[in-house]
């Protein structure tokens, strides 16, 4: 796969992971469903992403 291909993948998928509708289909099958105290867990780890995903989209602003 190249940079440019792994850049548009991860724009779609960003786009679907936001989409409230999609994240309610996904909730309701058991293999994506994440315990309730989830986020405290990957708190640390969904903060870092947070930032790459803020610092790669200012350079395509």
């Known amino acids: 796969m190249t940079q440019e291909t792994e850049k548009d993948l991860a724009k ?5 992971a936001r989409d ?24 640390g780890l969904l903060e870092k992403l947070e930032q790459r995903e803020r610092a790669g989209s200012a350079g395509y602003a």
Do not use: E, M, N
Not at 12 to 16: A, D, L, M, N
């Open 20 to 43: 409230p509708v999609v994240a309610r289909q996904l909730q309701r099958l058991k293999v994506f469903t994440l315990p309730a105290d989830s986020t405290a867990v990957f708190q």
């Open 12 to 16: 779609i998928i960003g786009r679907y």
